[in-house]
């Protein structure tokens, strides 16, 4: 830090403007940019680490901004190494070897001098490495980071030029303090210009005098640049709009602001109403219609029910005038999606979803998997193995309301209403199945075939609904898999992830407790093919270490000891991780019980395989009589007393008092290793105090592998 203070700093300010980029993509983009830049700077030597930044975005540009920037590079002393000395020299006089590296480093030869590494004396040279004005090396390596940043989509927008990006680029600003810095990208070189609001402002252009004014002038220009401002901006003008009718209120939709904070640059909120009589229609009809459509916000009252108005969020500002003109345009525009909605809603109801059965064989699923009649036949036969394995363990379930949903799950793909709203499939089928008098066992199975879409989701709400749900998505996943198509890197094109993810949650949250492993799972979904299943297994098992680590929020060594003792009873890892963090973080620290067992077990671990390696072997089982040394007895006995009660707490799940149990033998532990040498001379007893070492760590890693766990130190 201390070479940064002693050189002059300046705050650095960089905006590149663009065509309107789709709402989904500048979140990820705006942070990835912040990334880039500041990564850039400190590989370049210009700011410290953890230096201030903060970015901007709106659907037009991207920002960022960093605080305190040098002026300048360091200078740099580095020293080069050349040839060896042997190369260098021959009878005391320098070879052209040792001339081209002393003109390489720009030293005479007589100030070359000689260092011992390795490979033996080499020559050496001190050079100092004159650091770069700082505009001058942003200029340079600030548009290899613009072309590196990750868009789901690019385009070429210049005939015969190289640069691909999400939109055509329009402008650039680049400050460090009040200078320009020439950084070119796109067919536009940076200058200090940005540009207001296209509608508010014109489109007029805003000089930025320096970094520090870039909010204010944009907010001159009817933008406001910081994504966080936009998005309270709009859930007080949500509040304040809503209030003005009595007992109403939005209905809470995180998406939804978040894609209409990055579709705006200057919210504003409007309300309007649409004619009662479409509350006829089923909610999820109406509010998908609203949400997914028209980007509107459905309005309920006092008691959660589906009021008749929308909000609207207005990139613009208007007057009284104005806004009632637009209000009438988009209730005109709803009306007439929810008068389709209706037709639909009607003419579906004309066939009935069992006569719609054999329609699914016109439907394609994937063009080697067949159509969705053939899917449905697989699901079927999938969802029967699976529900035998349950009803086996007592748990409760509607064989014959399950098998009706799968026969009718797929269905709504041939309506109407599906076709023209896709987001509803699945849900479509339980409202029809619902209203053609359907029990609400096979009409909510199929509702929530299609939980959870995401991590954030809710699962299916009955066991025939998680049933089904896991059926579906694990044909989905084997039938992939079969065809060589599952995911690779970043790519999932047939969001097989997804689909493992929710069959972890399922098993995972369910609210009635499924008896099924993921190994079953996959096993029924392959039924012969053990190579096949044992893919998918795997498959699903890192779908659970994701499920562990990034949704339970379990460190990465408890997740990888708790599935080293077991990665197929999904709820039961979750428990067992569950109790290792707990009983952790009891411990007092890396010094307390669970710690030191930890690392003992792990040492154990480590000679056993040493002596594999060797080729040593351990004794069939523990000798008592060869037992020679009082602490090794004293581990023996108290390793076999505990494991007794430790077998009887894992039976009844006691996971924590399980491990808090084993956490006692440290003592026994701490002086078996004080005092024993585990590879003995005598060949008898080494491999009697291997089997030993072998039967405390079978005995007590059930629950996680000790040996994974890092411990200070």
């Known amino acids: 830090m201390a070479g940064f203070e002693l050189r002059a700093m300046a705050e650095f300010l960089f905006e590149i403007g663009l065509e309107e980029v789709p709402a989904r993509m500048i979140a990820g983009a705006q942070a990835e940019l912040e990334q880039r830049v500041v990564k850039m700077l400190e590989r370049e030597r210009l700011v410290a680490s953890g230096v201030e930044s903060k970015s901007f975005a709106t659907p037009r540009r991207l920002a960022v901004w960093v605080k305190d920037v040098a002026e300048r590079q360091e200078d740099v002393a580095e020293e080069m190494v050349g040839p060896s000395v ?244 988009n209730e005109r525009v709803l009306r007439a999606r929810f008068n389709d909605a209706r037709f639909f809603w009607e003419f579906d109801q004309r066939v009935c979803l069992k006569e719609r059965v054999e329609l699914l064989k016109n439907v394609t699923f994937q063009k080697e998997l067949g159509s969705y009649a053939a899917k449905s036949a697989r699901v079927r036969k999938l969802a029967s193995a699976l529900a035998g394995l349950v009803l086996a363990r007592g748990c409760d ?23 023209e709203f896709t987001e509803l499939q699945g849900v479509v089928g339980g409202l029809y199945a619902r209203a053609q008098g359907y029990s609400a066992a096979v009409s909510d199975a199929i509702y929530d075939q299609y939980k959870p879409e995401s991590m954030d989701d809710s699962v299916p709400r009955t066991v025939e609904g998680a049933l089904l749900a896991i059926a579906d998505k694990a044909d989905t996943i084997a039938g992939m898999f079969g065809l060589g198509l599952e995911p690779t890197g970043s790519k999932d094109p047939f969001a ?36 096949l299943a044992a893919k998918v297994l795997g498959f699903l098992q890192e779908r659970l270490e994701f499920y562990l680590r990034e949704v339970k929020g379990q460190a990465y060594d408890v997740v990888k000891a708790v599935l080293a003792a077991g990665a197929e009873d999904v709820r039961d890892a979750v428990a067992r991780a569950e109790a290792v963090t707990a009983v952790r973080g009891a411990s007092s620290g890396d010094t307390g019980d669970f710690a030191a067992v930890s690392a003992a077990f792990k040492r154990m671990k480590n000679i056993l395989s040493q002596a594999g390696e060797k080729g040593i072997a351990s004794g069939a089982r523990v000798e008592d009589v060869l037992l020679t040394e009082p602490t090794e ?11 007794v009660r430790v077998s009887s707490l894992r039976a009844e799940k006691s996971y924590a008092a399980a491990l808090e149990a084993i956490a006692t033998l440290r003592p026994q532990v701490d002086a078996f290793f004080d005092a024993v040498m585990v590879m003995a001379p005598d060949e008898a007893v080494r491999a009697n105090r291997l089997a030993l070492l072998e039967k405390v760590l079978g005995d007590f890693s059930g629950i996680a592998d000790f040996s994974e766990i890092v411990v200070a130190g």
């Open 496 to 531: 097989l992830r997804r689909a493992a993810n929710g069959i972890v949650k399922i098993l995972a949250e369910s609210g009635v407790a499924l008896p099924l492993t993921l190994r079953e799972v996959a096993g029924a979904a392959c039924g012969q093919n053990e190579a």
């Open 86 to 329: 042997k190369v260098a020299y021959k009878d005391g006089v320098a070879t052209p070897a040792a001339l081209a590296f002393a003109k390489k480093a720009g030293v005479a030869v007589e100030e070359l001098k000689t260092v011992t590494n390795a490979k033996g004396e080499y020559l050496a040279a001190t050079v100092v490495k004159v650091g770069r004005g700082a505009a001058e090396v942003i200029a340079a390596e600030l548009p290899k980071e613009l072309a590196g940043i990750y868009w789901a989509k690019n385009m070429y927008w210049r005939a015969g030029k190289p640069e691909r990006f999400v939109r055509p680029v329009r402008w650039m600003v680049a400050l460090l303090g009040e200078a320009t810095v020439p950084v070119s990208f796109g067919g536009y070189e940076a200058g200090a210009v940005t540009y207001g609001h296209r509608v508010l402002f014109g489109d007029g252009a805003i000089a930025v005098k320096a970094p520090s004014e870039y909010e204010d002038a944009l907010l001159a220009g009817f933008v406001l640049a910081g994504v966080e401002v936009r998005r309270q901006r709009i859930r007080k003008a949500l509040d304040k709009v809503t209030r003005t009718v009595e007992g109403l209120r939005w209905r809470e939709d995180h998406g939804l602001v978040d894609k209409l904070t990055h579709l705006t640059e200057w919210p504003s909120v409007i309300l309007g109403g649409f004619e009662p009589e479409f509350l006829a229609l089923p909610e999820e009809v109406l509010v998908t219609v609203m949400r997914d459509h028209q980007s509107y916000f459905a309005v309920e009252d006092k008691d959660g029910k589906l009021a008749p108005h929308f909000l609207a969020v207005l990139n613009t500002e208007t007057d009284a005038a104005g806004e009632a003109v637009i209000r009438h345009g």
């Open 633 to 643: 007895k004293a581990l023996a006995a108290r390793s076999t007393e505990l494991a």
């Open 397 to 419: 379930l509607n064989p014959v309301a399950l098998d009706e949903a799968v026969v009718l799950a797929k269905t709504d793909l041939t309506t109407e209403l599906v076709k």
